[in-house]
């Protein structure tokens, strides 16, 4: 486990060294990610631990937000009257960009098969 | 030796980092298993529901956020490593994936444009201040993404977070049956769409219904902080 963890985490040090060094509003896991993506792209193995943590911790991917939504309450509060409209601009505007991409994606992938074919 | 009173307990503990944690793990456990007793039903959200619960405990104990926090940022901690981690699975289906490059590609930059296009619509229509737009317009980005975003646009990171949040929350709970209502079949499309909008919380909420949905939904996730993170900077 802690073989696999350390995998993980040098991957987000690196991540973290990239996205400190080309100063992006990115943060460092997602360099990390990428970083680790094209590692593999390459040719490299990641090891059966590594395989293993990672199943785990995305299995509970959900549970990593909780310590900061646990603070939502108290925020839309110091928003004020601004908070309902907010609420409900960020609803609208989901569902029509769910559907946006699905859209786009769906209709992309249907031409380029046809293509092939 | 007197033993101290019971009621010191509660004192106690809660000045200590421990009780918050065990009571974080607690909540998503409890959480989860609601959900499982709902049969996976997409309104029983565990991230919605566990920070409800620690919320309304929070404010019935009296508790300041930071006291919350000191135990809570273990679990905050794993945020990067399991970010990471989702790369391992975009990995195992690398083949699959690099077939539809085009869809990828394409739905990430309609769906990004979309979606800061409709935020900034919306909020020019109620009336609400430009620090609340900006703070608003990099929403379905991933936290981390939208927070420095927001403040180098002239947002306030703090007002990002929450709207962050509540997207993906909305996001998570309005997926499933809203492309049931519309009748998308193809999972891949649907995964990606989740990432998209609703970034981790999406993405983990994909990899509950479908693991084709789960890697589509990681790519969309990480393309799309790269996308916003380069360009919303520069636009705005």
Known sequence: MIEGMLTLLLFQVLGESVSHLANWPVPGPIFGLMLMVIWAALGGKLAEPAVQVARGLMNNLGLMFVPVAAGILFQLRSLGDAAWHVVWIVVVATVVTLLATAATFAWLARATAKDVS | ?236
């Open chain 2, 1 to 236: 030796m007197t033993t101290p009173p019971i009621s010191e307990l509660w004192v106690f503990l809660k000045a200590k980092p421990l009780l918050w944690l065990v009571l974080t793990l607690g909540a998503w456990v409890l959480a989860r298993r609601l959900q499982d007793a709902a049969g996976g039903a997409a309104w029983a959200n565990p991230v919605a529901g566990s920070s409800l619960f620690l919320g309304l405990i929070l404010w019935l104990t009296n508790t300041s956020y930071q006291e919350f926090f000191a135990g809570a940022q273990f679990v905050h901690f794993l945020l990067g490593p399991a970010t990471i981690a989702l790369g391992v699975t975009i990995i195992e289906h690398g083949p699959a994936v690099r077939k539809r490059l085009l869809p990828v590609a394409g739905a990430l930059v309609v769906g990004v444009t979309v979606s800061v296009l409709s935020t900034w619509a919306l909020c020019r229509a109620v009336g609400l201040t430009s620090t609340i737009t900006l703070s608003l317009l990099p929403k379905s980005a991933t936290a981390p993404v939208a927070m420095a975003v927001s403040e180098s646009i002239g947002g306030v990171a703090s007002i990002s977070m929450c709207a962050v949040l509540l997207t993906g929350i909305a996001g998570a709970i309005i997926v499933t049956p809203l492309f049931n209502l519309f009748g998308f079949k193809d999972w891949s499309a649907r995964g990606f769409a989740a990432g998209l909008t609703a970034h981790g919380i999406g993405t983990a909420r994909a990899y509950q219904v479908s693991n084709e949905a789960g890697v589509y939904a990681a790519l969309a996730l990480a393309f799309a902080a790269l996308l916003q993170g380069i360009v919303l900077p520069l636009v705005l």
